[in-house]
Each structure stands twice: as structure tokens, then as C-alpha cells.
């Protein structure tokens, strides 16, 4: 059987009904990560860990005591740190590194322990590719080299998940884990034709995390439909004391709604939508957006309201504004962060060094590339004496502007549709040589983690050169289950997330 075509949700039907194994499904993808590495997806595969968890996730079923998702295989964005696995979150500073802890979200998800014995008992294949500390829309910042497209290997992935997208389109893991501080989830999502939620900021714990910008990041699945993304984001989130943004757990089942419709009340089957108002804001349709992209969109919206839905025009006046107001807090919180990385307790340090300065300019200077750099000197800059007020202030004072625009489209819509990005994937090298251009493709998905909202990216079309095109849906706080709710019937109306890629066999 074609495993990597298959979702989680049926996978975990196998698994349960004894037709196939928790190892045979481990070795089934071990053996198409080393075929097929040319995708440059996996920074670390440890055969012998992962087939030592599928042989503890078969022993759990066979005793009836595993969960919904034990058994299944899945990769983890090298973001995260991983006993066992190197984490080195892409950067040559951190090359080699090995967490003595797991990253609560990797705990959440791997083999029951005494430390969390509410694990999932899902087996870890391995660490997947990222732009280095998660700086970049491309994969090509990272420091073990780009990411390829499974559709087109001429083309980027996107980033800074592109590992994690490119794992789960080439069929090398059923599905995966990511991390979202400005789009990093749903634009490799988009560009790699499946799909991927962000959710709202401190549904999932940050602890163990490596972080680039703390009031932005946050973690999420990536898969091929919405409801395998529902299965891990149920699994994934836990309030975590360790994390003082973590909500509090709700125990929720984000896949309670999935095949519902959106009114209790209603009873017409073939209109399961009715009464979900969609908003489509008009900057999100303005110049600048490619026009494959916005015809696959709007179309996408009229299959919505074919299912029932309502389209209203919506504003988000603000929307130009969310690229300066990130890119002046992610850098200056990235300046704080990555200030730990000095050579003295762990990552690389220089060899040769004068004094204690010089080996902290130089171990940097080494150890983290040009994005990197970049984006630590532009932060150090605007928290300095004097422009901290002329900035950053500025800044948080916008990005609340932008949160209380989103407060008042939903007054109007439950749903909030557009683009995710404004083109498709781009081929190797054409935007690397700009930073400004590369910034400039994150403009529809900034403005959700400055506002700290949930939003999907949805397969919904090709463009004339067979590449995928995605849709964002953004919800209200919390509002994931209804989000995903959404998609699951969309994609129960279309066929583009069981697209496979073209370069796959």
C-alpha cells in the first residue's frame, strides 16, 4: 500500500484494525528518507531511536493502551529540540548540538514517560530542514543548504518550515510539526500544496522551542488535510507551567465540529456552511497579488458559498503597516534571544581568539549566517538609547492598531479568506540577492501573529506551471476547531490536497 498518500486519520484506522504495523510503517518511511534525499528535507534521521519507539508503539496497542495517533510516524522541525536528535534549529552555531530534554511539544506527541505520561506515542522519523533559527520565507537561509520543491526542484519550498512542508509533500513523513512567527507554517504550506494551522498564540508550549521572537512564535502541524492537522493539534497542545504564555488546557478536541454543520439547526446536507460569514478584505486583494492566485481564491470562495456560506466585503486598513511593525519587533526580540549564543556553554566557539571579547565576536560571527546576522544587527539597532521610543514603541503601538482592526471585521464575518501569499513559489536564488522582496512576500500572514489569531493555509489551485496555490482562512482567539471545520468542507468538495506532487514517485 501507498503509505505516503495516506492520511493520519486512516493510517490510525490500520493501525487500530492490526492490518499494519507500527514498524512496518517506520521502515516504509525510513526507507523513502534515504531514497529520497536529494528534497534536502531531514537534517537528522536516528534509524535505530525510531524503530525503538515503533517497537514500544506496538507493545501499547497490542495492551490496548494506546491513543488515537500511537504508532503513526511523524517528523519534527528541527526548532524543537529532541533527545536523541541533534537540534541545531539550521545554524552552524549549533551544529551537532543534543538536547538533554525534549521540547514539550515532541513530548506531548512521543512515547509515554514518567515525565509525561500522557504522550501520544507517535514515533519521531527525524529533524527536518529550516532557515536558520527560522529567519527566512525560502529555506534557502539555512546553514545545511535549501530545501527543494517536491513539485518543481528548481523552486524554493518556502520557509521557514520548508523542511517539515517538503517532508510531508514528498511522502517522507505522514505528517509533521512546525513553527509560525510570521508565516513559517502556512506559506511552505501554500508552496508545497498542503496543509498547516498556526493557532492562536499560546494554544501550543514554547518550551523547548528555540526561539527567534517570543511574542510571535508559535507551534503547529502540517499535513494533508485538515483533519489530520485537527488529530495533532488535539495532541500537540497542553497547558505547560513551564511556559507562561500557555493557556490554560481546555482539553479540546479540535476535531469535534469537522463533520458537523455550521448551525445545529440546519438539516440541508448540501449546504453544511449556512450561516458561516466569510470575510474577504480588500487589501488582501489589491495590487500586488498575482492573478492565478487571486482567480484559484476567489474561486475557492464562491466553492464556499456554494456550500452555503455568505461572502462580505471586509478592511483591514492596516495591513501594509504589519511588514514594518515586524520587522522591527521580531529582529529586536531575535537580538535578545540569540544573545545566549555567545560560545561559552554550548554551540560552536571560535578557534583562535585574543580575549574574551574577540571570542564573542568572532564564535557569532561564525556560528550564525547573513539573515541571521542581519536581523541581530537591525534589533540591536532599534533598541538602542535613542530610537527605542522612535521604533520599537511605535511599533507595539501599531501592531495593537492592527489586532483591533482584525476585532472589527469579525463583527461583520466568523471567517476571515485570502491569499497567503502573493505569488507562488519562486525558483532558487531569484530573491536571495533581496531581503526587502523576500520581506515583502509575507504581507497577508504577518499581520495573524501581530495580532496573535489563528489562521489555515488550504490547497485550492495550481498555477499555469503546476504549482500549488494556497488559501488562508484567519479565525477569531481560539477559534481553531471552527477554522478547521471550514476546511474539512472544503476539502470534502475538492481534490486539491490529494494532488500528488509531480516529482514524487
Not at 503601538?397 to 482592526?405: C, E, F, G, N
Not at 479565525?475 to 494532488?499: I, K, P, T
Request: glycine share 8%; aromatic share 8%; charged share 20%.
Amino acid at each position: 500500500m501507498s503509505w505516503h498518500q495516506t492520511p493520519i486519520a486512516l493510517m490510525a484506522k490500520a493501525l487500530a484494525a492490526k492490518e499494519v504495523s507500527s514498524m512496518e510503517l517506520t521502515q516504509y518511511f525510513l526507507s523513502r528518507i534515504e531514497a529520497e534525499k536529494r528534497w534536502n528535507a531531514y537534517l537528522d534521521v536516528n534509524a535505530h531511536l525510531s524503530l525503538e519507539q515503533a517497537n514500544k508503539a506496538d507493545a501499547l496497542i497490542a495492551a490496548g493502551k494506546g491513543t488515537r495517533l500511537t504508532g503513526i510516524p511523524l517528523a519534527h522541525k528541527d526548532v524543537f529540540v529532541t533527545r536523541g536528535w541533534k537540534s541545531t534549529a539550521a545554524s552552524k552555531i549549533l551544529e551537532n548540538y543534543q538536547s538533554p530534554f525534549d521540547a514539550t511539544v515532541v513530548a506531548n506527541l512521543g512515547m509515554p514517560s514518567e515525565e509525561n505520561p500522557h504522550g501520544a506515542g507517535m514515533v519521531c522519523l527525524g529533524k527536518t530542514n529550516m532557515d536558520e533559527f527560522a529567519m527566512g520565507s525560502s529555506n534557502e537561509n539555512s546553514a545545511f543548504g535549501p530545501v527543494l520543491n517536491p513539485w518543481n526542484r528548481q523552486y524554493v519550498s518556502g520557509g521557514s518550515s520548508g523542511g517539515s512542508a517538503a517532508a510531508v509533500a514528498a511522502g517522507l513523513a505522514p505528517i509533521a510539526t512546525g513553527s509560525d512567527t510570521g508565516g513559517s507554517i502556512r506559506q511552505p504550506s501554500a508552496f508545497c500544496g498542503i496543509t498547516g494551522i498556526k493557532p492562536s498564540y499560546g494554544r501550543v508550549s514554547r518550551y523547548g522551542m528555540i526561539a527567534y521572537a517570543s511574542s510571535l512564535d508559535q507551534a503547529g502541524p502540517m499535513g494533508k488535510t485538515a483533519e489530520d492537522c485537527a488529530l495533532l493539534l488535539t495532541a500537540m497542545s497542553s497547558h505547560d507551567p513551564r511556559d507562561s504564555t500557555s493557556l490554560a488546557d481546555s482539553g479540546e478536541d479540535y476535531s469535534r465540529f469537522l463533520n458537523k454543520p455550521w448551525q445545529d439547526s440546519s438539516t440541508n446536507a448540501a449546504k453544511p456552511l449556512e450561516g458561516l460569514r466569510v470575510g474577504l478584505p480588500k487589501e488582501f486583494f489589491a495590487e500586488g497579488l498575482a492573478q492565478d492566485v487571486a482567480n484559484a481564491v476567489n474561486t475557492a470562495a464562491k466553492a464556499l458559498a456554494d456550500l452555503g456560506a455568505t461572502l462580505v466585503e471586509v478592511t483591514l486598513p492596516k495591513t501594509k503597516l504589519s511588514i514594518p511593525v515586524y520587522y522591527v519587533l521580531a529582529p529586536a526580540e531575535a537580538s535578545s534571544n540569540l544573545s545566549r549564543f555567545d560560545g561559552v556553554r554550548y554551540g560552536h566557539r571560535a578557534n583562535e581568539y585574543k580575549d574574551l571579547g574577540d571570542m564573542y565576536q568572532k564564535s557569532r560571527t561564525e556560528g550564525f549566517g547573513a539573515e541571521v546576522r542581519r536581523r541581530i544587527l537591525i534589533g540591536t539597532y532599534v533598541l538602542c538609547h535613542g530610537y527605542y521610543d522612535a521604533y520599537y514603541l511605535q511599533a507595539q503601538k501599531i501592531r495593537r492598531i492592527i489586532a483591533a482592526d482584525f476585532q472589527a471585521a469579525f463583527n461583520q464575518c466568523d471567517v476571515i479568506l485570502g491569499p497567503v501569499a502573493p505569488d507562488v513559489a519562486w525558483r532558487l536564488g531569484e530573491k536571495s540577492k533581496d531581503p526587502v522582496q523576500m520581506y515583502l512576500e509575507d504581507i497577508y500572514t504577518l499581520s495573524t501573529n501581530l495580532a496573535g489569531l489563528p489562521a489555515m493555509s488550504v490547497p485550492c489551485g495550481f498555477n499555469a506551471n503546476d504549482l500549488p496555490i494556497g488559501m488562508q482562512l484567519i479565525g477569531n482567539y481560539f477559534s481553531e476547531a471552527r477554522l478547521l471545520q471550514v476546511a474539512h468542507q472544503y476539502q470534502q468538495a475538492s481534490d486539491w490536497h490529494l494532488r500528488q506532487a509531480s516529482e514524487v514517485a
